[in-house]
Every structure is written in C-alpha cells, then in structure tokens.
C-alpha cells in the first residue's frame, strides 16, 4: 500500500486556475464516491478550502492511481488535463504524510500558523469517514494529523496573532482607510469566514456592519452576534451606493456581483471611492470590476504581500514544529509498518498453532494412556516451546521491518515460515506442507518424549 496526495494550491495555481477546481460542498458526497471507484483506490478524502484543492488516496498502484486521479479531476470538472497538469503536484508515502502534518498545522498556507485549515481539513476527513470511504491507515493518519495541530497551535502559541486572510482583508480596508471609524462595511456572506471578518471589523472601529446572505434568516443571525444589519441579496445594489468597503466570502459556485450592478450605482456615489475585496474562491466579485472608475477590487492573492509583512514570528515558531512532525512521522511510519507486518506475524502464529495441534492429535492417538491431567501439562509445555521459538524471530522481524530495508525483511520472513500466501494470494495450505512434513517426522520421536514427559510430571 502507498499513500498519495494530488493537489494545486495557492503556490501552484492563481486563483482563476483554483476556482475551476472547487469542489461545491453539496456534490462532495459524489464525488468521493465516484473516486472510491476508481481502481486501485482503497481510501480516499478530497480537502477542498479557498486557497487548495487536494485529493488524498491510499492506493495499491503508484504510478496508476496517479494517472486514475488526474483522469477523475478531468471527468469531474470537463476539463482537458493538458490544462492542469502543470498546476498539479503529486507527493508520495513519506512526502505525502509530511505534507497532510504541514497543512493541518498551517505551516503549508498562504499565512503560516492559521488556523482556519485545521477545522477545514477535519471536516474533509469526518465527511470521507461518513460516507465510508476511509479504511484503517487514513483513520489513523488523519486523527493524528488533527491531534497533533492542536498541540502544535497550543503549546508554541503560533496562533496568537491573530494572522488570517480574514484579517489580511481587515488589515487592507485600515491601509487604505487608516481607521474603519465612520466607515460602512458591507459583508456578503454568512460563514466562518465572515465571522472572522466582522470580529476583526469590530476589534478595529468599524461603526456600521452590513451583512448579505442568500438565505436572509441566516443573514439576520449573524447581524445579531455583531449588532450589525441583515439584508438580503436583492437588496445588494441599494446599500452599495452607500458603502465604504465590501468584502465578500461566500461559497456560491459563480459570481455574485456583476460589473453591471456596481456600474449601475455609481452615479449615486458621486465619485466617493469604493473598495471591494473578495476573499472567496470561486470568486464572488466580477474581475472586471476593477476596471470602473473610482472602484478598487482586490482578491485572495492580492492579500499575500500583507500576509508576508506578519510572518517574520510565525515562521520562527514553525521550526518548532516542523521538529514536532518530524516525530509524528516517525511515530506514524511505525504504525503503518506494524500494521503491514501483523498479518504475516498473525498468519505464523495461527499455523504454529495448527501444527501445535496437528502434534497433540498425532501424540495423543500414540499415547492412549495419558491421563486428563497429563494431557494437559503436555499441552501447556508444548505451546510454550512453541511460543518461545517464536518470540525471538517475530522481535527481530519487527525491528528489520522497521528499519530502512523492511521491504526485504517482509519478503524474508515471509519466505522463510512459507507464508507468501499473506502476501501474493497464494493458497497457503499449499505452502504449508513442507512444515506439515516436517512434523511427521518430528511425531516419531514422540515415544521417547513422552517418557521424559512423564519423569517430569512425576517429578512436579
């Protein structure tokens, strides 16, 4: 088995790229069920967020799944893959486990030591787990990635500037402003990224929060955690005329202002300025309204020269971290060798016992006379011979396993207690027969074993 990661993010792809390969929340359901099917595939989780698009998979093939999940990225999205392969990346095992800690710590976002990705990848991975499509290795991997980010943001304090790109948007409505004092803000959007705008919008001054929402009940709850006003999309055009700065955050599939709706209102403006920053991806806001006199439009990428001003801390802390999921993979790599070595280890003690069987009957048809008590002791003694031959080779078997040659030492192992059938689906009875073999010949020494059976029960 490996462990595959295939994604674009804000470093691989601008966000007219990234937009194209959003994932609607509604369709996730499908979407990880057609991927579960694509073959080879044992577990899946697709994390989707405004800066990344990124599909993780357990597969049985390397180089094919690679293949199979660029073929679902195109199905899905109706898009030729000449036109993104080259925004794509693909990490593999150990790389692709290091990237999964680096993400949900925020030390692979656009602002080091977010936090807002940690919440968003739990929820991919609790999502894939609902819908059955998370086995053994991305159960493990994922808990212990969400884990270990919190203990991360708790004990080296990353997270305690306040550093998103929710505040990189407050932090450019104050360059442009210097106070959001007498200032209007509309808001369009009601989920957790607006909520973090309007708590920044709040901390630094701003007197007036408008908030749009499709869904004007959800709008006017929100308005009511920040005392500000709820409105409703048809109302968008009206309050532009009187608005500041709008900054929109909403997970709608297109846009939801056009250049014709702002142009339309601007005579009402009389030439005040208007500053729109649209933080959502896919865009919410008409690229093309930037071109209207006295309208100024920013996206997500804009932000990241304010982003960088606030890093120079952050990115002391994420050395300590990065030391943090060093030990993660390491602990990680143990339990995934662990859990491929136990079935063979499993497979070796179930045919010792068979044989341990196999003798007793073999012995017990020879010795008739045996007492209850006899058979008993006999049976006790016999399997730990068996236990303790065993112990010493399945102890150094876990260490090779886990050193850098463990492939070769599965193979070994594996070969040498004839057990390729864990392996490659070989029919193991067949295998087995040398050692039933050997066990033959080993009962016709039983005579003499018994008598020195016997002197020891007698001595006990």
């Known amino acids: 088995m490996h462990i595959i990661v295939v994604g674009l993010n804000y470093k691989t792809a601008p966000v007219e790229i990234r937009e194209k390969f959003a994932f609607a929340k509604e369709d996730l359901p499908e979407a990880l069920a057609q ?11 697709i994390v ?3 800066n990344r698009t990124e599909i993780y998979a357990v597969v049985d093939r390397m180089y094919l799944c690679g293949h199979a999940i660029r073929g679902f990225i195109e199905e899905w999205f109706g898009i030729p893959r000449q036109q993104f392969n080259h925004h794509l990346y693909v990490k593999e095992d150990e790389h692709a486990i290091r990237h999964l800690f680096q993400v949900t710590s925020g030390l692979d976002s656009m602002i080091i030591g977010e936090t807002q990705i940690l919440g968003q990848v739990r929820e991919a991975f609790l999502l894939s787990q609902k819908e059955k499509v998370t086995g053994p ?7 212990q990635a969400v884990t270990m980010a919190k203990r991360a943001h708790s004990e080296t304090g990353i997270a ?11 932090e450019l409505g104050k360059r442009i402003f210097g106070s959001f004092a007498k200032k209007s803000v509309l808001l369009i959007g009601a989920g957790k990224m607006s909520e973090l705008t309007a708590k920044h919008l709040r901390a630094n001054g701003a007197s007036r929060v408008v908030v749009a929402n499709r869904t004007y009940e959800k709008a006017v709850e929100f308005a009511d955690k920040f005392a500000g006003e709820a409105i409703s999309f048809d109302e ?3 309050v532009l005329a009187e608005t500041d700065i709008v900054i929109s955050s909403t997970g709608s599939p297109g846009l939801v202002i056009n250049r014709q709706q702002v142009e339309s209102m601007l005579h009402l403006r009389k030439s005040k300025p208007l500053f729109m920053i649209d933080i959502a991806v896919p865009r919410d806001l008409d690229p093309h309204i930037g071109e209207l006199s006295n309208v100024f439009l920013y996206d997500i990428d804009d932000l990241q020269s304010i982003v960088e001003s606030n890093l120079a801390e952050r990115e ?3 050395a300590e971290i990065e030391a943090m999921i060093a030990e993660e993979e390491k602990a990680f790599d143990e339990w995934f060798k662990t859990m491929e070595i136990n079935p063979l280890i499993n497979a070796l003690q179930t045919k010792a016992s068979r044989i341990h069987e196999e003798t007793m ?5 020879k010795l008739p006379d045996l007492s209850d008590r006899e058979v008993k002791v006999i049976r006790k003694l016999t399997k730990s011979i068996v236990n303790q031959m065993m112990r010493d080779p399945i102890v150094r078997f876990k260490e090779m396993a886990g050193g850098k040659d463990g492939k070769e030492a599965i193979a070994m192992f594996s070969h040498l207690f004839a057990l390729e059938s864990v392996t490659d689906g070989q029919n193991e009875e067949e295998e087995a027969e040398p050692m039933k073999a050997g066990a033959g010949r080993a009962n016709d020494k039983l005579p003499l074993l018994g008598l020195q059976l016997q002197e020891a029960l007698a001595r006990s």
Not at 361 to 365: A, C, D, F, G
Request: glycine share 2%.
């Open 35 to 45: 991927l579960k099917k694509t073959k080879s595939i044992l577990e899946c989780v």
């Open 48 to 50: 989707g967020t405004c």
């Open 137 to 143: 290795v991305f159960n493990t991997l994922f808990k």
């Open 160 to 170: 305690d500037n306040p550093v998103s790109v929710s505040y990189a948007a407050v």
């Open 236 to 238: 968008l055009t009206r």
């Open 316 to 318: 002391k802390i994420a």
């Open 361 to 365: 009957e073999s012995m017990l048809k």
